[in-house]
Each structure stands twice: as structure tokens, then as C-alpha cells.
């Protein structure tokens, strides 16, 4: 796996946990609205999506710091379609990274209402990067494409309307590739906006992020298989026992790992030609090999 | 009230109409996703606040068509909060404009998303504006401050941590200014960013969209008792059965007309200045007699 970049994860994860503590802390409180979005976006999530957008950055020549802004708001994005997807009407989850989920601790409205803000307030982040305009526009369209219905939200659309027939593989493909797909590869081109790199660049960073997100959500599709309660920290095949196809119920557990594989070495030739992709090799195997 | 633009607000009805209609029509269909947004998008509504973007810009000194992306933007962020607003969570409210609610047609589930979807567009759509990025960022700044936890969202959820005890006068008009004012103003402030317009524009703008949206929600309060159920298309006095706190609860129908007569004023006031005022001062009075 080369060299170990576990300290600069804990620096770039400890940046983003700063920006993201700073975010609501000035805004006067409305009823709990703020201390319902904190309670979700400071839960300790492993922040892989906003230290993406800041090494892509590095990867395309910026400074990591210019990018910080726009890390925040893929985070947050993040976060708003974990509260919305864990609702009743949903997947309705109770736990989330071991926590009670949202609305369970500040009920529906407060859970909706908590989403919507921390995904509108994605955008106000992508404002605040001091970079020219226009990439921030660039950053700005490139984040809405990714989370809304043609990206993410369409993605759990599919999902939702899934439910309680088998999908086949291609169907999981499409499915995946919106809703876990898009907000990986957008949080690399963002870090690539950021940068100002060239088309060639972010066109590479694509491909790497594409690799990236589905190998991931293969790998997420064998935890929930293979991972203890304790250990995920959410009910064990919770998504069987909504009858969703998973790639684990199209590949089994065997087809899974070699489609992981495949994957996470397509993704790291796609950055041949970048100076020093160190960190981003490093980081694809940490993923294919993630135990939770 | 002087000129009669009645025609002039139809034909801009009929621009930002034609705009909406576009926005998702070529896009792939994800489930039923794109066809809950749609029917919320596209149910008739007066689309006052896109309106108001355009003759704003026009006021400023722009051509209308440049603010239309913007226009259409604002009206995905009212039509998102209200299906959200509708939900069984929220308000439970069956009917809206006349027609079943989006959850009721499409579950609930979907109207979530559908709310999610259209609530990302609408800042997609502001990228579209062939403006100076700088402009398109000032926007995106404007709008994402309004409808987020500090403005619409916050209303909201005091609207909600507020159902079921009276709220006394001061409460009442801080909900209110973040629930429905906070949007309209900005409506009118992207109106003015559009048209590239002066910071002592943008102030007189505000303070104009701040008093015309204090009188509709006062207005709103009276039509909520005066109006008969078909009139107004929606459950008559639901916000009395649901034990909110209004306008009418703390002032009285008779207090609230005075009141509205004297916010129309002052917004009026706020536009001296502008060569041309003409349609603003129309909408105001319009706005301030409307009958549903």
C-alpha cells in the first residue's frame, strides 16, 4: 500500500471538523433547528468525501486551504441526505454511527427541517472559498448536478421505488452510481475547481472518483453482510430485511471482492500522469480494504 | 392605484412558466421523481416572487430576461417548502391550490425528495444566468442566506416549536419575517443583483420586500378566516385547528387591515427615488386587497 498517510487524514480530518464546528455557531438558535443540524454533522463521520476535495486540490496544483469551503459543503450535503434517508417514510433507521438517528431524537419535523437546512447552507459554504467567481460558480453547478434529482436525490428515488423487488445489475448500477456515486466524484472535481486545473485534470479525477464510489459501495454492500451490530454501529442487514438488492445479493460475497479489486485498480490508473498521486492510491486501498 | 399591469404581469407569469416547464423536461426520469416535482412546479401558482425578481431588475435598470434563471430559482425554493410544508410531520395539510398535496399523490417518501430535488435545482438554476459570475455568486449568497436556518427554515421550525401555545406579538413577527419575508425579500435582492444594481438600490429594494411581505402574511392571516374553503383551495381555519398563533389572534381582523394599509405605505415609501416604481406600487396595493 506505499507510504502511510494516516497523520495527514487525522490533519485534513481536523480541519474539516473546525470549519464544520465554526459553520452555525454565530447564527442565532431557532427552536433546536441549529442544535438538531450539529448534532448530525458533528457526529464524527470519517469526513472521506471534504479530505477528497482538499487532496484533489493538492493533486491539481492548489493549495489545500483555498479549498476548505468547498469541502465543507460536499460534508454537509452529505450529512442532510443521511437524515433524510434515515427518516420513517424512508429506510426508517434508528441508529446511525452508533447514535440514535435524527428524528428520533428531535422527531420528523425537526429531522426534515434540519436537512433542508444543512443542504441549502451547502451552497452558502461554496461562497465562502476566497477564489475567483468563477470557479465558485463552476463549484456551485457542479455540487447542484451531483445532489439533485439527475445525481443523488434521483439516485434514492430509484431506490425507494426498489424496494421489495429484485434489481438486476444493471439497474443497481445506475442506482448506485447516483446516489453514493455523484457526491464522491463531485467532491474530487471540486477540489479540482478549487485548483483551477485544467479539463484534462478534472476529466482524470472523474474517473478515479467514479472507480472510487462504486468500488466503495460494493465494499459497504459486504460490510453489512459481514460486520457485527457493534461494529457498524447500525442494524445488521437492515437493508435485507427491506428486501433491497444489494451487489451482495447480485455477485455474492466472492464476486464482490474481485469487483472491488478491479475497480480500485482502474481508479488508480486513471490518475496516470499527476505528479504525486501518493495519497490518492493510498487512500482507494484504505477503502477496499475497510473492515467498517 | 393607477395603471393596470394586469397584462404585464401576466405575460411575465407566462415567461417564468415556460422557464419552469423546461427546467427538468429533458432530463432522465428517475421513478416518479421528476414527475412529484413537476406536479408541485407546475400547479398554477400567482408566482409573485419570481415576478418580483424580474420587475426588480427591470427597476434597477436590467432587461428582465436576464433575472429569469434567478426568477425561477426563487420559485423552486417556495414550491420546495411548501411540499415540505405540507407533510404529515409538518402541517398535514390534504390540499393546496385546490389539489391534493404532492405527499397524498405521490407518498411521502417522494414528496421528500421531490422537495430535496427541487430545493438543489433551484441553485442549479442560478448558474444559469448569462451574467458575470460575480453576480451569479452574490446570488447564490442572497438566496442560500434566505431560505436556510437563518431565514425560511428557521421560521419554520419556530413555526413548528410554536404550535399549540399563543405567541405573543414580538414572536409572531420574527416567525413570520424569516418563515415568509426573508424569500420575498430576496426575490426582490435578486432582482437587483441581476440587474447589477447599487448597494443604495439593493437597500431600498429590501426595505420595499420587507414591508410587502410583512402585509402578505398579515393579509394571508385575514383570508385564513374571512375566505370560504373552495375560495381559497385549502382547509379553512387549519391554522386555528392546529392551534397557531396568527396576525388575527393578536391584532384582530380590524387591527390587521390598519396594519396592512400602513405596511403597503411604507413599502411604497421605501421606493422614492426609482424613476419608474409604477408596477411595484400596483403589486403592493394588489397584494394588499387581494380577495384569496
New interface residues.
Given amino acids: 500500500m506505499g507510504k502511510d498517510f494516516t497523520v495527514l487524514m487525522a490533519r485534513n480530518q481536523a480541519m474539516v471538523e473546525d470549519c464544520l464546528a465554526r459553520a452555525?455557531a454565530s447564527?442565532?438558535r431557532?427552536?433546536?433547528?441549529?442544535e438538531a443540524?450539529e448534532y448530525s454533522l458533528l457526529s464524527g463521520g470519517k469526513r472521506i468525501r471534504p479530505i477528497l476535495t482538499l487532496e484533489t486540490c493538492r493533486l491539481c496544483g492548489g493549495s489545500i486551504l483555498e479549498a476548505l469551503p468547498f469541502a465543507c459543503g460536499v460534508e454537509m450535503i452529505h450529512t442532510?441526505s443521511l437524515i433524510?434517508d434515515d427518516?420513517p417514510?424512508?429506510d426508517d433507521d434508528k441508529l446511525r454511527r452508533g447514535r440514535p438517528t435524527n428524528h428520533i431524537v428531535y422527531?420528523?419535523?425537526?429531522a426534515?427541517?434540519a436537512?433542508?437546512?444543512l443542504?441549502?447552507?451547502a451552497?452558502?459554504q461554496?461562497?465562502k472559498a476566497e477564489l475567483?467567481?468563477?470557479r465558485?460558480?463552476q463549484a456551485?453547478?457542479c455540487?447542484?448536478?451531483a445532489?439533485?434529482?439527475?445525481g443523488m436525490?434521483?439516485?434514492?428515488?430509484?431506490d425507494?421505488?426498489g424496494e421489495g423487488r429484485a434489481l438486476d445489475r444493471e439497474e443497481l448500477e445506475l442506482l448506485q452510481s447516483?446516489k453514493t456515486g455523484a457526491l464522491i466524484t463531485a467532491a474530487a472535481e471540486l477540489g479540482c475547481i478549487a485548483a483551477g486545473g485544467t479539463q484534462e485534470q478534472r476529466t482524470q479525477v472523474r474517473a478515479y472518483a467514479q472507480a472510487l464510489g462504486r468500488a466503495f459501495q460494493v465494499r459497504d454492500d459486504m460490510l453489512d453482510i459481514i460486520s457485527s451490530q457493534e461494529e457498524l454501529g447500525k442494524t445488521v442487514g437492515s437493508d435485507r430485511v427491506n428486501e433491497k438488492s444489494t451487489f451482495v445479493t447480485a455477485l455474492g460475497l466472492d464476486g464482490c471482492s474481485a469487483l472491488v479489486e478491479k475497480l480500485t485498480r482502474q481508479g488508480i490508473e486513471a490518475l496516470n500522469g499527476f505528479e504525486d498521486p501518493a495519497f490518492h492510491i493510498w487512500l482507494a486501498n484504505l477503502l477496499a480494504q475497510r473492515k467498517k
Fill in positions: 452555525f447564527e442565532p431557532h427552536a433546536d433547528l441549529q443540524m442532510y433524510h427518516l417514510a424512508m422527531g420528523e419535523a425537526a426534515i427541517l436537512g433542508d437546512a443542504l441549502t447552507a451552497f452558502e461554496l461562497t475567483p467567481a468563477g465558485i460558480v456551485v453547478q455540487l447542484s448536478q445532489a439533485g434529482s439527475a436525490v434521483g439516485g434514492q428515488a430509484l425507494m421505488a447516483l
